[in-house]
Structure formats: structure tokens, C-alpha cells
């Protein structure tokens, strides 16, 4: 595969590493960057920064909440301007409530919504406004009590994130706070038990690799990876993370202090892994003129 500027360029400014090391990574990864970033890591030359999912797409996220029960609704559009679309937002409304009666986004698009289905619904919005959408994912949550929350709302109970969290015990108050520290946090997991093995195994492989780069004997790597591990845990599950209202507590200990116990959550945000291809500005000029 061929290694572009612009692929050595995104991978610089994801990691911070010099351009010689990031052309280096992609060749060494067959141009795949994500493992490009890990060969940096190991080699130390990359910023232990956490690889976030590119974000392109436009559109909105939904939440809508009835007693202990909770769902979420991505419906994605073009441009940001049909997301701030009156009409375009009254219909994502009404899409998010025919999400509580479905299981799966299929269900969802041949659920009613006032004599149409959602899937002809969406067609016609499309020859209305011009513009391409598509309801993306959905997602439900139930508990003793289900707290939401959005941020950056466009309007109310729709934005660029929105999050669900289920507790028993509590009241709203810290129900809300634990929602506001998902969004800014973006937790990979509840807790140890519900992450995701093949993730955890990946990292571990990393910094295995990155401590075998120091030369220590084996017993030693041992004891480091056993450190850097424990901390890649608690830094990426809810309940072991630092409370974003007071880092003096885990959110498990906050939660806690308020008579809560936080049982799941839901974590959506808009366009979150759509990657797009953009085109060099000048180069789609150069081929409009060519055209």
C-alpha cells in the first residue's frame, strides 16, 4: 500500500510523533493506522493519548426516558445545518419515542409513526430538505431510576451526546452528574468484568512490547505490566475512574456516598467511528476545472 503525505500527517498529529517515525510506522503497518500507532507506542515515540473514533458524520442524538426505562436514538444527516433544521429535529423527536416500543434499529424503521413507518418517513424528509439521513443506532437501558442527559443540546432532549444511566438508589441529582462525567469521561466499560477482552488483551501485548524496548529482565516486566494494567482498567471503567465533580472520589465511591449504586449506561455520540473522506480542497478544484 502506498503511504501518502497526508496518511504520515494524521498519523503526526494524532500522536505527536516526528514525520520520519510516523512514515516509518506506516510502512512497517502496511499503511493501517491503527497499528501504526501501536508500533509508536512501542518504540515510545507516541503520545499515550487514547485513539478516539474519527468523527465526521452530522446529525443528532436523542433521549427520551419513561419511568426505569431509557432510550437512545442516533439519526444522522450531511450537514450540521439540517441538524439545527426545526423539522429535522421534531422528526428525530418522534423517532426517539417510537424507539421505546423496539428492540433494533430494523424494528425501528418499520415502527408507525403517525400512519407512515420510520423508514418512509425518512425518505420523504429526504426529498424535502436534500439531504441524505439515516437512523444509525439505537440503544435502551432499564433500572430502578434512569437518568439523562445531553450535551450540547441543539434542543430539548437532543444533541451531539447523549447519555443514559441506570441506578437503584440515589435520586436524579447524582443521577445527573454521573451522566455529565460519561459525556465529558467517555468510559469504555461499567467495570473490569464488562470490558472488552480483546481490548484489554491488545493493550496488554503494547505494553509488554513497550517494556521489552527497556531491556528489563522478564520478572521486572512483569511487575510493570501488572502496574500499567491496573491503571488502563481504572482509567477506562466508570466506576474506577476519578469523579469529574470531586477527583478525590471514584465515581463507584461518589455514587455511593449518595445511596446509589450505578447498574449500566449508554454512552452515544454523534457520527462516533463514521469516518469521511475528505478531498484536498485544491485538488477537487483542479478536477471541477478539468471537468
Known amino acids: 500500500m502506498a503511504i501518502t503525505a497526508a496518511m504520515v500527517k494524521e498519523l503526526r498529529d ?3 510523533a516526528g514525520m520520519m517515525d510516523a512514515k516509518k510506522a506506516l510502512t512497517e503497518t502496511g499503511g ?20 478516539s473514533g474519527r468523527t465526521a458524520a452530522e446529525g443528532l442524538v436523542a433521549v427520551h426516558v419513561d419511568g426505569g426505562n431509557g432510550v437512545a436514538v442516533e439519526v444522522n444527516s450531511e450537514t450540521d445545518f439540517v441538524a439545527k433544521n426545526a423539522e429535522f429535529q421534531e422528526m428525530v423527536g418522534k423517532i426517539a419515542y417510537a424507539a421505546e416500543g423496539v428492540d433494533n434499529v430494523e424494528a425501528l424503521l418499520a415502527a408507525d409513526l403517525g400512519g407512515k413507518n420510520v423508514a418512509d418517513t425518512l425518505t420523504d424528509k429526504i426529498a424535502t430538505i436534500g439531504e441524505n439521513m439515516s437512523v444509525r443506532r439505537m440503544a435502551k437501558l432499564s433500572g430502578d431510576t434512569v437518568v439523562s442527559y445531553v450535551h450540547n443540546a441543539a434542543t430539548n432532549g437532543m444533541g451531539k451526546i447523549g447519555v443514559l444511566v441506570a441506578l437503584n438508589g440515589g435520586d436524579a441529582a447524582i443521577g445527573k452528574q454521573i451522566a455529565m462525567h460519561i459525556a465529558a469521561v467517555n468510559p469504555a466499560a461499567l467495570s473490569e468484568a464488562d470490558m472488552d477482552s480483546a481490548v484489554v488483551e491488545k493493550e496488554k501485548q503494547v ?22 494494567m491496573k491503571k488502563f482498567v481504572a ?17 463507584e465511591a461518589a455514587a455511593k456516598e449518595a445511596g446509589a449504586t450505578i447498574t449500566g449506561f449508554i ?5 462516533e467511528g463514521i469516518v469521511v473522506e475528505k478531498e ?4 477537487e478544484v483542479a478536477k471541477a476545472a478539468q471537468g
Open 267 to 271: 454512552r452515544l455520540e454523534v457520527g
Open 235 to 251: 482509567e477506562s471503567t466508570l466506576l474506577n475512574q476519578p469523579f469529574v465533580v470531586n477527583p478525590d472520589l471514584t465515581v
Open 207 to 228: 505494553q509488554m512490547d513497550i517494556a521489552r524496548e527497556s531491556g528489563k529482565p522478564e520478572q521486572v516486566i512483569e511487575k510493570m505490566i501488572e502496574g500499567r
Open 14 to 16: 494524532s500522536t505527536g
Open 280 to 283: 484536498d480542497f485544491a485538488a
Open 32 to 51: 493501517n493506522m491503527d497499528e501504526a500507532v501501536d508500533w509508536l507506542r512501542t518504540k515510545g515515540l507516541a503520545k499515550a493519548a487514547k485513539k
